[in-house]
Protein backbone atom coordinates (compact mmCIF):
# COMPACT_ATOMS: atom_id res chain seq x y z
CA UNK A 1 0.00 0.00 0.00
CA UNK A 2 2.03 3.53 -1.02
CA UNK A 3 1.60 5.79 1.71
CA UNK A 4 -0.66 8.30 0.19
CA UNK A 5 -3.28 5.34 0.33
CA UNK A 6 -2.37 5.00 3.91
CA UNK A 7 -2.57 8.74 5.07
CA UNK A 8 -6.14 8.71 3.14
CA UNK A 9 -7.29 5.67 4.83
CA UNK A 10 -6.08 6.96 8.33
CA UNK A 11 -8.04 10.25 7.62
CA UNK A 12 -11.03 8.77 6.73
CA UNK A 13 -11.23 6.59 9.75
CA UNK A 14 -10.87 9.64 11.60
CA UNK A 15 -13.69 11.13 9.79
CA UNK A 16 -15.71 8.46 10.79
CA UNK A 17 -15.16 8.66 14.06
CA UNK A 18 -15.51 12.14 14.13
CA UNK A 19 -18.70 11.81 13.12
CA UNK A 20 -19.91 8.61 14.88
CA UNK A 21 -18.99 11.45 18.32
CA UNK A 22 -21.18 13.71 16.77
CA UNK A 23 -24.02 11.90 15.39
CA UNK A 24 -23.97 8.28 16.90
CA UNK A 25 -25.79 6.74 19.42
CA UNK A 26 -24.29 5.48 22.77
CA UNK A 27 -23.66 1.43 22.31
CA UNK A 28 -25.14 -1.47 23.09
CA UNK A 29 -22.24 -2.94 24.56
CA UNK A 30 -18.94 -1.36 25.08
CA UNK A 31 -18.20 2.32 24.94
CA UNK A 32 -17.60 2.33 21.22
CA UNK A 33 -21.31 4.20 19.96
CA UNK A 34 -23.22 1.70 18.21
CA UNK A 35 -22.41 1.79 14.58
CA UNK A 36 -19.41 3.48 13.55
CA UNK A 37 -15.67 2.37 13.73
CA UNK A 38 -14.14 1.28 16.88
CA UNK A 39 -10.87 3.41 17.91
CA UNK A 40 -7.68 1.71 18.08
CA UNK A 41 -7.10 1.06 21.61
CA UNK A 42 -5.50 -1.08 24.49
CA UNK A 43 -6.68 -1.68 27.98
CA UNK A 44 -4.76 -3.33 30.84
CA UNK A 45 -6.28 -3.85 34.30
CA UNK A 46 -5.72 -5.85 37.46
CA UNK A 47 -8.44 -6.59 39.74
CA UNK A 48 -8.27 -8.07 43.37
CA UNK A 49 -11.38 -10.28 44.33
CA UNK A 50 -11.28 -10.82 48.33
CA UNK A 51 -13.57 -12.26 50.01
CA UNK A 52 -13.87 -11.63 54.14
CA UNK A 53 -13.42 -14.95 56.12
CA UNK A 54 -15.85 -17.71 57.41
CA UNK A 55 -15.79 -16.70 60.63
CA UNK A 56 -15.16 -19.82 63.16
CA UNK A 57 -18.63 -19.89 64.87
CA UNK A 58 -20.60 -19.82 61.81
CA UNK A 59 -18.60 -23.02 61.24
CA UNK A 60 -18.91 -26.46 62.11
CA UNK A 61 -16.09 -27.88 64.27
CA UNK A 62 -13.79 -25.13 63.47
CA UNK A 63 -10.94 -23.93 65.44
CA UNK A 64 -10.40 -20.73 63.52
CA UNK A 65 -11.85 -18.50 61.20
CA UNK A 66 -11.19 -19.80 57.38
CA UNK A 67 -9.82 -17.86 54.85
CA UNK A 68 -12.20 -17.72 51.82
CA UNK A 69 -11.23 -16.99 48.05
CA UNK A 70 -8.81 -14.97 46.69
CA UNK A 71 -8.75 -14.06 42.68
CA UNK A 72 -6.20 -11.60 41.08
CA UNK A 73 -7.46 -10.87 37.49
CA UNK A 74 -5.83 -9.90 34.50
CA UNK A 75 -7.24 -8.50 31.87
CA UNK A 76 -6.13 -7.21 28.27
CA UNK A 77 -7.83 -6.21 25.53
CA UNK A 78 -6.37 -4.96 22.01
CA UNK A 79 -9.62 -2.84 19.93
CA UNK A 80 -8.19 -2.44 15.77
CA UNK A 81 -9.75 -1.20 13.01
CA UNK A 82 -9.78 -3.13 9.77
CA UNK A 83 -9.73 -1.61 6.79
CA UNK A 84 -12.50 1.44 6.53
CA UNK A 85 -15.60 -0.75 7.59
CA UNK A 86 -14.47 -3.12 9.89
CA UNK A 87 -13.46 -3.99 13.32
CA UNK A 88 -11.45 -6.18 16.02
CA UNK A 89 -11.43 -6.77 19.35
CA UNK A 90 -9.66 -9.18 21.49
CA UNK A 91 -9.90 -9.54 25.13
CA UNK A 92 -7.72 -11.88 26.93
CA UNK A 93 -7.68 -12.48 30.72
CA UNK A 94 -5.81 -14.99 33.15
CA UNK A 95 -7.00 -15.11 36.97
CA UNK A 96 -5.29 -17.34 39.34
CA UNK A 97 -7.61 -18.50 42.59
CA UNK A 98 -6.81 -19.69 45.69
CA UNK A 99 -8.77 -19.90 49.10
CA UNK A 100 -11.47 -21.99 50.60
CA UNK A 101 -15.08 -22.75 49.53
CA UNK A 102 -18.33 -23.50 51.51
CA UNK A 103 -18.65 -27.34 50.95
CA UNK A 104 -21.75 -28.50 53.06
CA UNK A 105 -24.25 -27.38 55.93
CA UNK A 106 -25.21 -28.92 59.14
CA UNK A 107 -27.95 -28.53 61.01
CA UNK A 108 -26.84 -26.73 64.69
CA UNK A 109 -26.73 -29.25 67.02
CA UNK A 110 -27.52 -26.56 70.01
CA UNK A 111 -31.74 -26.84 69.61
CA UNK A 112 -32.27 -23.38 70.62
CA UNK A 113 -29.88 -22.43 67.60
CA UNK A 114 -32.16 -24.44 64.95
CA UNK A 115 -32.28 -20.98 62.82
CA UNK A 116 -28.68 -21.23 62.58
CA UNK A 117 -26.76 -23.84 60.32
CA UNK A 118 -23.36 -24.51 60.49
CA UNK A 119 -21.00 -24.29 57.26
CA UNK A 120 -18.28 -27.25 56.42
CA UNK A 121 -15.85 -25.47 54.24
CA UNK A 122 -13.41 -27.26 51.67
CA UNK A 123 -10.28 -28.63 53.21
CA UNK A 124 -7.80 -26.21 54.81
CA UNK A 125 -5.63 -26.53 51.93
CA UNK A 126 -8.54 -24.78 50.05
CA UNK A 127 -8.66 -24.84 46.56
CA UNK A 128 -5.84 -23.87 43.74
CA UNK A 129 -6.94 -23.08 40.28
CA UNK A 130 -6.12 -20.71 37.17
CA UNK A 131 -8.73 -19.63 34.51
CA UNK A 132 -7.96 -18.26 31.01
CA UNK A 133 -10.55 -16.66 28.82
CA UNK A 134 -9.95 -15.34 25.50
CA UNK A 135 -12.68 -13.74 23.28
CA UNK A 136 -12.11 -11.82 19.73
CA UNK A 137 -15.04 -10.38 18.35
CA UNK A 138 -15.37 -9.24 14.74
CA UNK A 139 -17.63 -6.42 13.64
CA UNK A 140 -18.84 -5.07 10.02
CA UNK A 141 -20.33 -1.66 9.99
CA UNK A 142 -22.68 -0.36 7.62
CA UNK A 143 -24.41 3.45 6.98
CA UNK A 144 -26.98 2.76 9.64
CA UNK A 145 -26.41 -0.64 10.84
CA UNK A 146 -23.75 -3.09 11.97
CA UNK A 147 -23.08 -6.90 12.49
CA UNK A 148 -20.50 -8.93 14.65
CA UNK A 149 -19.47 -12.24 15.14
CA UNK A 150 -17.68 -13.37 18.82
CA UNK A 151 -16.10 -16.87 19.71
CA UNK A 152 -14.71 -17.40 23.09
CA UNK A 153 -12.79 -19.98 24.92
CA UNK A 154 -12.25 -20.25 28.49
CA UNK A 155 -10.05 -23.60 30.26
CA UNK A 156 -9.61 -23.77 33.67
CA UNK A 157 -7.91 -27.03 35.48
CA UNK A 158 -11.48 -28.60 35.88
CA UNK A 159 -13.74 -26.58 33.15
CA UNK A 160 -13.70 -25.93 29.51
CA UNK A 161 -15.81 -23.86 27.85
CA UNK A 162 -16.34 -22.80 23.77
CA UNK A 163 -19.06 -20.05 22.85
CA UNK A 164 -19.79 -18.04 20.18
CA UNK A 165 -22.62 -15.11 19.50
CA UNK A 166 -23.90 -13.12 16.41
CA UNK A 167 -25.06 -9.82 16.57
CA UNK A 168 -26.97 -7.03 15.17
CA UNK A 169 -28.11 -3.47 15.13
CA UNK A 170 -30.05 -1.02 13.61
CA UNK A 171 -30.34 2.62 13.94
CA UNK A 172 -33.83 3.66 12.78
CA UNK A 173 -35.64 7.15 12.43
CA UNK A 174 -32.47 9.15 12.12
CA UNK A 175 -30.98 7.53 14.64
CA UNK A 176 -33.36 8.40 17.31
CA UNK A 177 -34.07 4.74 17.60
CA UNK A 178 -31.51 1.62 18.35
CA UNK A 179 -32.67 -2.29 17.86
CA UNK A 180 -30.12 -4.82 18.50
CA UNK A 181 -30.81 -8.32 18.05
CA UNK A 182 -28.34 -11.53 19.58
CA UNK A 183 -28.32 -15.13 19.72
CA UNK A 184 -25.45 -16.74 21.51
CA UNK A 185 -24.73 -20.31 22.69
CA UNK A 186 -21.56 -21.98 24.66
CA UNK A 187 -20.55 -25.34 24.93
CA UNK A 188 -19.27 -26.60 28.39
CA UNK A 189 -17.06 -29.32 29.60
CA UNK A 190 -17.08 -30.26 33.09
CA UNK A 191 -13.97 -32.74 34.44
CA UNK A 192 -13.73 -32.00 38.35
CA UNK A 193 -10.38 -32.54 40.15
CA UNK A 194 -9.37 -35.22 43.24
CA UNK A 195 -12.00 -37.81 42.03
CA UNK A 196 -9.98 -40.99 43.48
CA UNK A 197 -10.40 -39.02 46.96
CA UNK A 198 -14.09 -38.32 46.32
CA UNK A 199 -15.76 -41.24 44.71
CA UNK A 200 -19.00 -39.63 44.68
CA UNK A 201 -18.07 -37.03 42.64
CA UNK A 202 -18.54 -37.01 38.81
CA UNK A 203 -15.80 -37.46 36.53
CA UNK A 204 -16.93 -35.91 33.42
CA UNK A 205 -20.32 -34.20 32.29
CA UNK A 206 -21.24 -31.97 30.10
CA UNK A 207 -23.87 -28.58 29.53
CA UNK A 208 -24.90 -26.65 27.02
CA UNK A 209 -26.67 -23.07 26.65
CA UNK A 210 -28.37 -20.82 24.26
CA UNK A 211 -29.66 -17.42 24.60
CA UNK A 212 -31.39 -14.97 22.43
CA UNK A 213 -31.47 -11.22 23.27
CA UNK A 214 -33.47 -7.90 21.90
CA UNK A 215 -32.83 -4.72 22.98
CA UNK A 216 -34.37 -1.40 21.89
CA UNK A 217 -32.99 2.33 22.66
CA UNK A 218 -34.08 5.50 22.70
CA UNK A 219 -32.95 9.22 22.17
CA UNK A 220 -35.08 10.78 24.84
CA UNK A 221 -33.86 14.54 24.81
CA UNK A 222 -30.81 15.68 24.32
CA UNK A 223 -29.08 14.82 27.30
CA UNK A 224 -31.30 11.68 27.97
CA UNK A 225 -31.24 7.88 26.66
CA UNK A 226 -33.09 4.92 27.73
CA UNK A 227 -32.36 0.85 26.62
CA UNK A 228 -34.41 -1.73 27.62
CA UNK A 229 -33.86 -5.05 26.48
CA UNK A 230 -35.02 -8.85 27.00
CA UNK A 231 -33.15 -12.05 27.09
CA UNK A 232 -33.69 -15.90 27.22
CA UNK A 233 -31.52 -18.36 28.14
CA UNK A 234 -31.82 -22.71 28.03
CA UNK A 235 -29.15 -24.31 30.10
CA UNK A 236 -29.14 -28.02 29.55
CA UNK A 237 -26.94 -30.68 31.01
CA UNK A 238 -25.15 -30.67 33.79
CA UNK A 239 -25.92 -27.90 36.23
CA UNK A 240 -25.45 -28.86 39.42
CA UNK A 241 -22.06 -28.14 41.79
CA UNK A 242 -19.33 -30.98 41.46
CA UNK A 243 -17.84 -30.12 44.79
CA UNK A 244 -20.44 -29.73 46.86
CA UNK A 245 -22.42 -31.76 49.00
CA UNK A 246 -25.97 -31.37 51.11
CA UNK A 247 -27.11 -32.97 54.24
CA UNK A 248 -30.33 -35.20 53.67
CA UNK A 249 -31.55 -36.34 57.01
CA UNK A 250 -27.91 -37.82 58.34
CA UNK A 251 -26.10 -38.67 55.31
CA UNK A 252 -24.02 -36.46 53.18
CA UNK A 253 -25.19 -36.71 49.48
CA UNK A 254 -23.85 -34.95 46.10
CA UNK A 255 -25.13 -31.51 45.19
CA UNK A 256 -27.86 -32.71 42.36
CA UNK A 257 -30.33 -30.26 40.47
CA UNK A 258 -32.60 -30.35 37.50
CA UNK A 259 -30.75 -30.88 34.01
CA UNK A 260 -32.34 -28.18 32.85
CA UNK A 261 -32.75 -24.37 33.33
CA UNK A 262 -34.78 -21.30 31.40
CA UNK A 263 -33.60 -18.21 32.50
CA UNK A 264 -35.30 -14.37 31.52
CA UNK A 265 -34.13 -11.46 32.00
CA UNK A 266 -35.63 -7.84 31.40
CA UNK A 267 -32.89 -5.01 31.65
CA UNK A 268 -34.06 -1.16 31.11
CA UNK A 269 -31.29 1.43 31.22
CA UNK A 270 -31.36 5.12 31.69
CA UNK A 271 -28.36 7.90 31.12
CA UNK A 272 -29.23 11.10 31.74
CA UNK A 273 -26.41 14.15 31.36
CA UNK A 274 -26.66 17.22 33.43
CA UNK A 275 -24.88 19.70 32.11
CA UNK A 276 -25.44 22.33 34.76
CA UNK A 277 -23.37 20.07 37.23
CA UNK A 278 -21.07 18.44 34.23
CA UNK A 279 -21.83 15.07 35.17
CA UNK A 280 -24.29 11.73 33.96
CA UNK A 281 -26.78 9.87 35.74
CA UNK A 282 -26.61 5.95 35.23
CA UNK A 283 -29.77 4.55 36.34
CA UNK A 284 -29.89 0.29 36.03
CA UNK A 285 -33.32 -1.68 36.91
CA UNK A 286 -32.95 -5.41 36.61
CA UNK A 287 -35.85 -8.34 36.70
CA UNK A 288 -34.85 -11.79 36.49
CA UNK A 289 -37.08 -15.20 37.08
CA UNK A 290 -36.08 -18.43 36.16
CA UNK A 291 -38.36 -22.44 36.07
CA UNK A 292 -35.95 -22.91 39.31
CA UNK A 293 -37.39 -20.42 41.32
CA UNK A 294 -35.47 -17.75 41.15
CA UNK A 295 -36.69 -14.04 41.31
CA UNK A 296 -34.54 -11.19 41.47
CA UNK A 297 -34.23 -7.48 41.28
CA UNK A 298 -31.04 -5.56 40.60
CA UNK A 299 -31.14 -1.80 41.13
CA UNK A 300 -27.69 -0.22 39.91
CA UNK A 301 -27.13 3.72 40.23
CA UNK A 302 -24.03 5.26 39.62
CA UNK A 303 -23.13 9.40 38.92
CA UNK A 304 -19.93 10.30 37.19
CA UNK A 305 -19.36 13.42 38.23
CA UNK A 306 -16.29 15.51 35.47
CA UNK A 307 -13.80 17.80 37.26
CA UNK A 308 -11.46 19.84 35.87
CA UNK A 309 -7.95 18.38 34.20
CA UNK A 310 -10.11 15.59 32.91
CA UNK A 311 -10.50 13.95 36.07
CA UNK A 312 -13.44 11.81 36.39
CA UNK A 313 -15.21 10.17 39.90
CA UNK A 314 -17.58 7.59 39.70
CA UNK A 315 -19.65 6.59 42.85
CA UNK A 316 -22.18 4.06 42.56
CA UNK A 317 -24.58 1.74 44.51
CA UNK A 318 -26.25 -1.80 43.88
CA UNK A 319 -28.99 -3.56 45.27
CA UNK A 320 -29.92 -6.94 44.70
CA UNK A 321 -32.56 -9.37 46.51
CA UNK A 322 -33.22 -12.93 44.87
CA UNK A 323 -35.90 -15.81 46.17
CA UNK A 324 -34.66 -19.41 46.96
CA UNK A 325 -34.37 -22.01 44.34
CA UNK A 326 -37.76 -24.75 45.01
CA UNK A 327 -35.11 -27.47 45.93
CA UNK A 328 -32.87 -25.46 48.04
CA UNK A 329 -32.26 -25.96 51.69
CA UNK A 330 -29.64 -25.00 54.00
CA UNK A 331 -30.41 -28.98 55.19
CA UNK A 332 -33.14 -31.53 54.66
CA UNK A 333 -34.88 -34.10 57.47
CA UNK A 334 -35.78 -35.85 54.83
CA UNK A 335 -35.26 -36.77 50.80
CA UNK A 336 -37.20 -34.85 48.27
CA UNK A 337 -39.71 -36.95 46.17
CA UNK A 338 -37.41 -35.75 43.38
CA UNK A 339 -34.12 -36.63 45.24
CA UNK A 340 -32.83 -32.51 44.03
CA UNK A 341 -30.80 -31.21 47.01
CA UNK A 342 -28.63 -28.13 47.23
CA UNK A 343 -27.26 -26.13 50.03
CA UNK A 344 -25.74 -23.52 47.74
CA UNK A 345 -25.76 -20.19 49.17
CA UNK A 346 -26.47 -18.65 45.71
CA UNK A 347 -29.79 -20.88 45.56
CA UNK A 348 -30.65 -19.43 48.88
CA UNK A 349 -32.83 -16.00 49.67
CA UNK A 350 -30.93 -12.88 50.37
CA UNK A 351 -29.87 -9.30 49.56
CA UNK A 352 -27.02 -7.77 48.80
CA UNK A 353 -25.96 -4.30 48.70
CA UNK A 354 -22.65 -3.24 46.73
CA UNK A 355 -20.68 0.65 47.64
CA UNK A 356 -18.15 1.53 44.83
CA UNK A 357 -16.18 4.39 44.21
CA UNK A 358 -13.83 4.53 40.67
CA UNK A 359 -11.74 7.51 39.36
CA UNK A 360 -11.07 8.41 36.46
CA UNK A 361 -7.89 10.59 34.97
CA UNK A 362 -7.00 10.87 31.27
CA UNK A 363 -3.52 12.13 30.45
CA UNK A 364 -3.09 13.05 26.53
CA UNK A 365 -4.10 9.56 24.85
CA UNK A 366 -3.50 7.77 27.89
CA UNK A 367 -6.72 7.25 30.84
CA UNK A 368 -5.56 5.43 34.44
CA UNK A 369 -8.36 4.07 36.24
CA UNK A 370 -8.94 3.51 40.25
CA UNK A 371 -11.44 1.26 41.67
CA UNK A 372 -12.85 -0.13 44.66
CA UNK A 373 -16.11 -2.20 45.48
CA UNK A 374 -17.13 -3.46 48.98
CA UNK A 375 -20.10 -6.14 48.72
CA UNK A 376 -21.83 -7.88 51.34
CA UNK A 377 -24.59 -10.08 51.09
CA UNK A 378 -27.14 -10.92 54.56
CA UNK A 379 -30.91 -12.54 54.44
CA UNK A 380 -31.55 -9.13 56.30
CA UNK A 381 -31.19 -7.58 53.15
CA UNK A 382 -33.97 -9.77 50.63
CA UNK A 383 -37.00 -8.29 49.84
CA UNK A 384 -38.55 -10.86 51.53
CA UNK A 385 -37.95 -12.44 55.62
CA UNK A 386 -36.05 -14.99 55.29
CA UNK A 387 -36.13 -17.69 58.34
CA UNK A 388 -32.79 -19.44 58.13
CA UNK A 389 -30.00 -18.11 56.70
CA UNK A 390 -27.27 -19.66 54.89
CA UNK A 391 -24.21 -19.51 56.55
CA UNK A 392 -22.03 -19.58 53.92
CA UNK A 393 -23.39 -15.59 52.23
CA UNK A 394 -20.61 -13.53 51.51
CA UNK A 395 -18.76 -10.64 51.80
CA UNK A 396 -15.66 -9.57 49.28
CA UNK A 397 -13.68 -6.28 48.71
CA UNK A 398 -12.32 -5.72 44.72
CA UNK A 399 -9.80 -3.10 44.01
CA UNK A 400 -8.64 -2.50 40.67
CA UNK A 401 -6.18 -1.01 38.88
CA UNK A 402 -6.23 0.57 35.05
CA UNK A 403 -4.64 2.06 31.96
CA UNK A 404 -5.22 2.30 28.78
CA UNK A 405 -4.04 3.98 25.45
CA UNK A 406 -5.72 5.48 22.77
CA UNK A 407 -4.02 5.32 19.38
CA UNK B 1 -48.48 -16.99 38.50
CA UNK B 2 -47.84 -18.37 35.34
CA UNK B 3 -44.23 -18.24 34.23
CA UNK B 4 -45.61 -17.49 31.07
CA UNK B 5 -47.34 -15.04 32.02
CA UNK B 6 -44.88 -13.06 33.51
CA UNK B 7 -42.72 -12.89 30.60
CA UNK B 8 -45.49 -10.98 28.46
CA UNK B 9 -46.15 -8.96 31.32
CA UNK B 10 -42.51 -7.88 31.33
CA UNK B 11 -42.52 -7.65 27.25
CA UNK B 12 -45.55 -5.60 28.00
CA UNK B 13 -44.41 -3.57 30.33
CA UNK B 14 -41.14 -2.76 28.03
CA UNK B 15 -42.91 -1.77 24.85
CA UNK B 16 -45.22 0.25 27.09
CA UNK B 17 -42.28 2.10 28.51
CA UNK B 18 -41.10 2.72 25.31
CA UNK B 19 -43.86 4.04 23.54
CA UNK B 20 -44.16 6.29 26.53
CA UNK B 21 -40.77 7.37 26.35
CA UNK B 22 -40.99 8.05 22.61
CA UNK B 23 -43.92 10.16 23.10
CA UNK B 24 -41.89 11.93 25.46
CA UNK B 25 -39.51 12.68 22.27
CA UNK B 26 -41.65 15.98 21.13
CA UNK B 27 -38.85 17.43 19.26
CA UNK B 28 -36.62 15.48 17.37
CA UNK B 29 -32.82 15.76 18.43
CA UNK B 30 -30.95 16.61 15.85
CA UNK B 31 -27.44 15.66 15.73
CA UNK B 32 -25.63 19.22 16.09
CA UNK B 33 -27.62 18.64 19.32
CA UNK B 34 -25.82 15.34 20.20
CA UNK B 35 -22.66 16.28 22.06
CA UNK B 36 -23.97 15.73 25.33
CA UNK B 37 -25.50 12.45 24.42
CA UNK B 38 -22.17 11.27 22.57
CA UNK B 39 -19.78 11.90 25.77
CA UNK B 40 -17.93 8.84 27.01
CA UNK B 41 -19.78 8.59 30.27
CA UNK B 42 -23.20 8.74 28.90
CA UNK B 43 -22.98 5.24 27.28
CA UNK B 44 -24.21 2.34 28.43
CA UNK B 45 -20.77 0.62 29.12
CA UNK B 46 -18.33 3.32 29.12
CA UNK B 47 -15.70 0.41 30.17
CA UNK B 48 -16.55 -2.65 28.45
CA UNK B 49 -13.19 -4.50 30.19
CA UNK B 50 -14.69 -3.18 33.77
CA UNK B 51 -18.41 -4.35 32.77
CA UNK B 52 -16.79 -7.56 31.86
CA UNK B 53 -15.40 -8.34 34.95
CA UNK B 54 -17.78 -6.97 37.36
CA UNK B 55 -21.10 -9.08 34.86
CA UNK B 56 -18.69 -12.41 35.80
CA UNK B 57 -18.20 -11.85 39.02
CA UNK B 58 -22.09 -11.26 40.03
CA UNK B 59 -22.65 -14.13 37.59
CA UNK B 60 -20.25 -16.26 39.86
CA UNK B 61 -21.54 -15.11 43.42
CA UNK B 62 -25.40 -15.20 42.34
CA UNK B 63 -27.97 -17.10 40.99
CA UNK B 64 -29.26 -14.30 38.61
CA UNK B 65 -27.53 -13.97 34.97
CA UNK B 66 -28.12 -12.25 32.10
CA UNK B 67 -28.01 -8.49 30.79
CA UNK B 68 -27.87 -6.73 27.35
CA UNK B 69 -25.71 -9.51 25.61
CA UNK B 70 -26.41 -12.52 24.48
CA UNK B 71 -23.42 -15.70 24.52
CA UNK B 72 -20.38 -15.94 27.12
CA UNK B 73 -19.70 -18.93 28.43
CA UNK B 74 -19.87 -20.52 31.72
CA UNK B 75 -17.28 -21.00 34.57
CA UNK B 76 -16.75 -23.63 37.46
CA UNK B 77 -17.08 -20.82 39.51
CA UNK B 78 -16.81 -21.48 43.36
Not at chain 1, 21 to 28: D, M, Q
Not at chain 1, 239 to 266: C, H, I, N
Amino acid sequence: MSAGNGQKKKASRTLIALAGSALGLPGISGKALAVTQGEAEVDYSYSLYQEEDMPREKQSGATSDTERYTIDTHQLRVVRPWGDTYDLTVDLLYETMSGASPWYVLPNPDPNQSEKPLQVMSGASGIEDTRKDVLAKVRKIYDDSAGAVSLGYSTEDDYTSVNMALEGVWELDDKQKTVTLGIGGSDDDIEPVDTHRFPGRVEHETKTSISAYAGLSMVIDAQTIVQSSVSFTRQNGFLSDPYKLAFVSGTLVQDSRPDGREQFTWLTRLRRFFPEWLGALHADYRFYDDDWGVESHTIDLGWHQNFSGQLQLIPSIRYYTQSQAYFYAPYYNAPRNDNFASSDYRLSPYGALSFRLDAVKKIGTWAFRLGWEMYDSDSDLAIKSVKVENPGLIEFSNFRISISKYF
Amino acid sequence: MGEVMKYIICVVTSVFLLTLSSGCAIKKVEAWERGDLARTEMAFEPDAQQAAYRSHVYFSKEASSGGASAGGGGCGCN
